[in-house]
């Protein structure tokens, strides 16, 4: 089995060596991260600019590009193979309810699932990498427990299952406090603190992004609630963002500019 993993912190990041520690035991694993800290990128892709790979002293291959160039990458000449699992982590923080829109961290995880590939993102609750061993351990058994169901494809072969990707949150908790895994939807954030404005050394006005906002909805089944009570959460997510059950609402409108035209 082979594993891809990547992340948005970066390549010297914690997480990710943790990370890679933790699954080299499980499978064939190869790093391909950003050269710097890319949070919050999503799933953009660097198209105006040349991307650059190097590869650090301990082999992980870096890139001066988004978390999702460098599974785009990897996946489409330089590797020279399909991994059977792109794994994306460990987070520095959170990627709970709408952070899961801006994450890179989830981007990097989801370029490998739109590619057919089943992929994980996984994050840390809190900041500053506390018990991150054993974050790293229990990523390290969920990986463990899906590798044998995962189908083994031939070189230049086709999907041959429906892929999945799951957002997984690790809290910062002992091993005494761990409760285990829940699975749980995505809770919804308050709008974000307001912007922050400094003046910069020319005189001019500086804008810094404020602070993501608190917990809207955490009730009990969210991500937001099972993490507090000490569970590590997964969550299922889909690309498909249609608002299905609105879509006859908006038929009139599209009839009535039809026959306007």
């Known amino acids: 089995m082979k594993i891809l993993i990547s992340n948005d912190d970066g390549y010297t990041a914690p997480g990710i060596v943790a990370l890679y520690d933790a699954l080299r035991g499980l499978a064939d694993v190869e790093v391909v991260a950003p050269e710097h800290n890319n949070s919050a990128k999503s799933n953009a892709l660097t198209l105006h600019s040349p991307l650059y790979v190097h590869t650090a002293p301990n082999g992980f291959r870096y890139v001066n590009g988004t978390p999702a160039d460098c599974v785009h990458i990897a996946l489409t000449g330089l590797l020279g193979y399909r991994p059977d699992l792109v794994v994306s982590g460990i987070n520095n923080g959170a990627n709970m ?32 990498w506390q018990h991150l061993d054993l974050a790293a351990q229990q990523a390290a058994a969920m990986v463990a427990h899906l590798l044998p169901s995962l189908p083994v494809q031939a070189p230049g072969e086709a999907a041959s299952a429906q892929p999945w990707l799951l957002n997984v949150n690790l809290p910062n908790v002992s091993k005494a406090d761990f409760k285990g895994f ?23 006005k500086m804008y810094w992004i404020g602070n993501a906002g608190a917990a809207k909805d955490d009730a009990d089944g969210t991500d937001f609630h099972a993490t507090l009570q000490g569970y590590a959460t997964i969550t299922p ?6 608002d299905h059950q609105r879509l006859p609402y908006w038929v009139p409108l599209a009839g009535a500019l039809s026959q306007a035209e």
Request: proline share 3%; glycine share 14%; hydrophobic share 35%.
């Open 237 to 242: 997510l889909q690309v498909d963002l249609t």
């Open 97 to 128: 309810g709408d952070d899961t829109i801006y994450s890179g961290t989830v981007g990097a995880a989801m370029e490998g699932y739109l590619f057919g590939i089943p992929a994980i993102a996984f994050s840390q609750t809190d900041r500053g």
């Open 182 to 204: 829940k699975v749980a939807r995505l809770g919804r954030r308050h709008s974000a603190e307001s912007v922050i404005v400094q003046e910069s050394p020319r005189g001019e």
